[in-house]
């Protein structure tokens, strides 16, 4: 670790050092041809043209050329990228996965489908074409109260908690997934090949995880969507029937995602759900 710590040091200092080697050298030579331009304006028209071509010739624009690749490659070097995800694997966002597949991890899964359905029902006794604000309130209280990832107003802070609940309970990424994605490319190209007389690599069920994967996204998406359009309530109306059609569409998704579960373990999960929110 200290020599890794050590090695890193002398690089972000060798990457300033070169920036601070080459930017000088632009800074010169743009005031270099400023200076010439001005002293190409003092003289008369006649003798402009000719002064013009033999002061301010390739030889600047050439310098100056260098000194812009130059500083650009540096500021290339400085700038330190960020991590790159593919969406096909869940990024990191601090869910525990010493308990995945377990009923206590489910609970909260099942808790939020209860929720949705409760208010659901609240916006279905609305006879009225619009969201009131007294509706809208007891919408979004009954939400907040339900889970940490409602209680943010900030969208990154939401989808994090809200994704970080069903990864806790999604079966975790196994070796052969990562090793898929890892080398895309070369399973693209040599079209999964695993050896002689094998099947392919790509070959077998489609793993449980990557169909939670996908229903995770599908209902944060929609969650997404709902959220968006109550804060949008604060400020105008919306219609009773858009509303509901949202949270038909989160409920959906949950749905589908709480359908891959064993269901030795729903009935247990349903009735532990009831009994925390008494």
């Not at 005031?31 to 002293?39: D, M």
């Amino acid at each position: 670790f200290d020599f890794l710590t050590s090695f890193v040091m002398v690089v972000n200092v060798g990457k300033f050092s070169l920036g601070v080697c080459v930017l000088p050298s632009l800074i010169a030579n743009v005031c270099v041809i400023k200076s010439h331009a001005y002293s190409i304006n003092q003289l008369p028209a006649a003798d402009r043209k000719e002064a013009s071509c033999g002061s301010l010739n390739r030889r600047c624009f050439f310098d100056l050329t260098k000194s812009v690749v130059q500083t650009s490659a540096i500021f290339g070097v400085l700038c330190t990228p960020h991590y790159a995800y593919a969406d096909n694997m869940p990024r990191p966002n601090g869910a525990d996965y010493s308990n995945t597949g377990s009923i206590q991890t489910l609970v909260p899964i099942i808790s939020l489908k209860n929720t949705l359905l409760s208010v659901q029902r609240l916006v279905s006794t609305s006879l009225k074409p619009t969201i009131s604000p007294e509706l809208l309130q007891s919408i979004k209280t009954i939400l907040e109260t339900t889970g940490p990832y409602f209680q943010s107003s900030k969208q990154s802070v939401r989808e994090e908690k809200f994704k970080k609940m069903f990864d806790e309970y999604s079966n975790p990424v196994s070796y052969k997934q990562k090793f898929l994605d890892q080398n895309a490319f070369l399973v693209y190209y040599t079209k999964g090949f695993d050896g002689p007389k094998r099947p392919s690599i790509e070959e077998g069920e489609v793993p449980i995880q990557t169909l939670q994967y996908g229903f995770r996204n599908d209902a944060w998406q929609a969650m997404d969507d709902l959220l968006s359009e109550l804060d949008f309530g604060l400020t105008e109306t919306i219609r009773t029937d858009d509303l509901s059609k949202l949270i038909d569409r989160v409920i959906s998704a949950v749905d589908s995602y709480i359908s891959l579960a064993p269901s030795s373990q729903l009935d247990e999960a349903f009735r532990l759900s009831i009994n925390k929110s008494i």
